[in-house]
């Protein structure tokens, strides 16, 4: 349908200078029309449903603008980075990944409205838990009717590695992890933690890293990046236009978490403005803040959930909250206090193929009892499910009096992976060794991690602070526990994890090794 080009911008989620300078708020401006466009699961979308059209046509349109348009496709894609320089804009490894990358996405969704006229279009997603595959249009050089598919990359060397056939491990987008995202507790484990030393809104923090990652960034983001192979485990991953794909996942499983969990208040992320890191359909600059972007339906698009009843927190629970928030943050002297306890272990040996590290940290048995005593309510499966159907998840009720009043957490820090892109990394907990044949079905296995490469420049030298700091993960080491100690066996003095590195896409090469400089056992109230 074609529009003026006034009415794109408007129905595109109020993206002109003009618009914004006449002190039209989003708010407001959205409730001037029906309702924001909903992104939809590409299952089910044929190469000729006109989400798929568009979005094809959109992508061929950039890839065709001279190399210097602001709006050609590598233009686009190197606000993200590239392979010379690295990482530019992104933020990866601290608490702006979440919002950075969507304030990115929506700046492609309003672009190809403008170019395609289709005001009605919103950006869908790979829902990778229900379909584990790479989705069917991507595939094709040409589409059924002879013309090329620009959605296929087709440049000499980048090409996609992993198997059109071969399903994304369950191990890293099944329902089992996206239990574990949606029932982290606070923002800084759901969607990644704070760089402990930032003390300001200056905005080379938003690439500085430093922060935990949990096992949203970790698990799935990172892995199917890496797994995909071509452009995708690199700094100029959105060259690749199933890059949109993979982010409106990320993007709704936030959405869909924000129905039961509110994000940080803190002004060091509600603050940030990401000054000049996005473009208008115009041609001007568009620089939002992080409390700009937490509204999908102010930046004009839904995933059709109902309104967000995230519960208010108790005294008790913003307290547990923060005491968590700290531990990601602070040195071992630093750490435990009311109720949260703190061992950790320093190392200097790397993991490598074939060979796991194999670290043990002293703990106290009765904390390792609160953990692994009777299983939890059962609080997975009901809400993984919910979430797969795009329906806001139940709350994850208490744990029974007498039950299970802990919860173990194992972070990594500051982990130096070699061939990062080439590498997966599996953990497990006991002391029995892993061997080849141990299956991610074992009951000591505890997740799948990887890390992105991000050049040999760093974040393209935007780091600063000193420097882009090297990753820190979160596991939650619960459930293992709970599944080796829980059935009357005698809880342990330490824990014993083992560090299992692993291919993560046998057409790319062996993995590389991994070494952890510190881990750390947490135990938190339940």
């Known amino acids: 349908m074609a529009m003026s080009r ?9 993206i002109g200078a003009g618009i914004l300078s006449g002190g039209v708020s989003a708010l407001e401006a959205i409730a001037a029309q029906n309702s924001p466009p909903v992104r939809r699961s590409l299952e089910g979308l044929a190469w000729n449903d006109p989400i798929v059209a568009t979005y094809r046509d959109a992508v061929g349109i950039m890839k065709q603008k001279p190399a210097n348009d602001p709006f050609n496709w590598v233009q686009m894609a190197n606000i993200h980075g590239n392979l010379d320089t690295g990482f530019r804009y992104c933020p990866h490894g601290d608490w702006y990944f979440l919002p950075w990358h969507r304030g990115f996405t929506v700046m492609y969704e309003r672009v190809v409205r403008a170019l395609t006229g289709n005001a009605e279009f919103a950006m869908p997603y790979w829902d990778w838990t ?3 595959r790479m989705p069917e249009v991507f595939l094709p050089k040409k ?10 990359v087709d440049e000499e060397g980048m090409r996609r590695t992993w198997p059109a056939n071969q399903p994304m491990p369950k191990n890293i987008v099944g329902a089992s992890v996206l239990k574990r995202i949606l029932r982290a507790r606070s923002f800084e484990t759901f969607g990644t933690s704070r760089n402990p030393q930032q003390n300001s809104l200056d905005p080379q923090w938003v690439t500085a890293g430093g922060g935990v990652q949990g096992t949203l960034e970790a698990t799935p983001h990172n892995n199917v990046h890496n797994n995909i192979g071509g452009w995708m485990p690199s700094p100029a991953s959105p060259r690749d236009p199933i890059f949109f794909m993979h982010h409106g996942n990320i993007d709704r499983i936030w959405a869909v978490w924000n129905q039961n969990h509110k994000n940080s208040s803190n002004r060091l992320w509600t603050g940030m403005t990401f000054a000049e890191n996005f473009i208008n359909p115009d041609g001007s600059y568009w620089s939002p803040k992080v409390s700009d972007l937490l509204n999908p339906e102010a930046l004009g698009y839904s995933y059709g959930l109902s ?7 108790t005294e008790t629970t913003l307290a547990l909250d923060d005491q968590l928030s700290s531990v990601l943050a ?10 949260v306890e703190v061992a950790s ?18 703990v106290p048995e009765a904390m390792v009892q609160g953990a692994a005593a009777p299983a939890r309510v059962p609080d997975a499966a009901a809400s993984a499910n919910d979430a797969i159907n795009g329906a806001a998840p139940a709350p994850t009720p208490p744990r029974p009096t007498g039950g299970s009043s802990m919860q173990a957490l194992a972070i990594l820090r500051d982990v130096a992976v070699t061939d990062p892109s080439q590498t997966a990394v599996e953990i497990y907990i006991g002391d029995t060794p892993i061997t080849p044949q141990t299956s991610t079905d074992d009951p000591r296995y505890v997740g799948t991690f990887a890390l992105l490469d991000h050049g040999e420049a760093g974040h393209g030298g935007h780091a600063g602070h000193g420097g882009r700091a090297l990753p820190s993960i ?10 080796v100690y829980g059935s009357g066996a005698q809880a342990p003095g330490s824990i014993t994890l083992q560090v299992v590195p692993v291919a993560a896409n046998a057409a790319m090469g062996g993995a590389g090794t991994v070494t952890p400089q510190r881990v750390e056992i947490v135990f938190v109230p339940a």
């Open 345 to 362: 272990v320093a190392n200097a040996v790397a993991a490598a193929p074939g060979k796991p590290l194999v670290l043990s940290v002293s």
């Open 474 to 483: 979160l596991l939650d080491i619960t459930d293992p526990l709970a599944a």
């Open 307 to 313: 309104p967000a009843v995230a519960a208010a927190s």
């Open 130 to 132: 229900t379909n584990p």
């Open 6 to 14: 006034r009415a794109v911008l408007v129905r595109g989620g109020v």
């Open 330 to 339: 602070a040195t071992p002297s630093q750490q435990g206090s009311a109720g």
């Open 143 to 152: 589409t059924p009717d002879g013309k090329p598919n620009w959605l296929y």
